[in-house]
């Protein structure tokens, strides 16, 4: 079966460092993208990777490793509005995406 | 720029009642879309997907349907209503399956 796991929750400071982490099995890899989602509200697109390596965007950094099926988010000078779940996808052979249950980070002062 | 909409927001319905839930996207043509549904701790589940006008697959067998009658309008469907269908419902579009997708706001859908 297809798979996608991430800790459930995490809890960071403000203006700290924190890491989202998320290892993937699936039929096939086109890539993987990260969304954050606000409670109750839609999720919005963050990042996407397809090759090894890391991808910087502000904050937000995304790194993959596709032989260790292996990815994390990793987020800078935290905010208390970075408290939110934060989604991972892989995109399978059939070019679907496989998501994982998300993981909550809660952001204290 | 592209715009997506979903309605009603929130929505509270009996077991064994219709269902219709409406998606339009604005700014782009031809666009793939996609209803999912998502329950609480679990990841998206996506439900049915469409790459043109009358074109729909479907992923999970259920009592849920779709239509795609206009070409940025993506309609999600029951005849009757059960309970496990409480969720909250996203509709998404994508230019291709190979682009990223961009989530409408959601319809929360309580069935009781």
């Known amino acids: 079966g297809q798979n996608i796991d991430q800790p459930t929750e995490m809890t960071a400071t403000e203006g700290a460092i924190v890491q989202i982490n998320c290892t993937y099995q699936?039929?096939?890899?086109?890539?993987l993208f990260w969304y954050q989602q606000h409670a109750g509200e839609a999720p919005t697109f963050l990042s996407y990777?397809?090759l090894d390596g890391l991808e910087e965007k502000g904050r937000f950094s995304s790194f993959l490793s596709r032989s260790k099926g292996y990815s994390y988010l990793l987020l800078k000078e935290l905010q208390m509005k970075d408290s939110a779940s934060y989604l991972c996808?892989?995109?399978?052979?059939?070019?679907?995406?496989?998501w994982g249950a998300g993981t909550k980070l809660i952001i204290k002062p | 720029s592209q715009t997506i909409h979903q309605w009603p927001a929130t929505l509270v319905q009996p077991v064994g009642s219709p269902l219709s839930l409406e998606c339009t996207v604005e700014?782009?043509?031809?666009?793939?879309l996609y209803w999912y549904r998502q329950a609480a701790g679990r990841g998206l589940q996506l439900l049915f997907y469409?790459?043109?006008?009358?074109?729909i697959s479907s992923e999970v067998p259920q009592n849920l349907s779709a239509s795609r009658p206009q070409d940025r309008q993506f309609i999600l469907s029951s005849k009757k209503l059960l309970l496990s269908d409480s969720g909250f419902y996203l509709c998404?579009?994508?230019?291709?399956?190979?682009?990223?997708?961009?989530f409408g706001p959601g319809t929360r859908l309580t069935v009781l």
């Open positions: 699936t039929s096939g890899f086109n890539g």
């Open positions: 996808a892989v995109r399978d052979s059939n070019y679907q995406l496989i």
């Open positions: 998404a579009w994508s230019v291709t399956e190979f682009n990223e997708q961009f």
């Open positions: 700014g782009t043509s031809n666009p793939n």
């Open positions: 990777n397809v």
């Open positions: 469409s790459v043109g006008i009358g074109q």
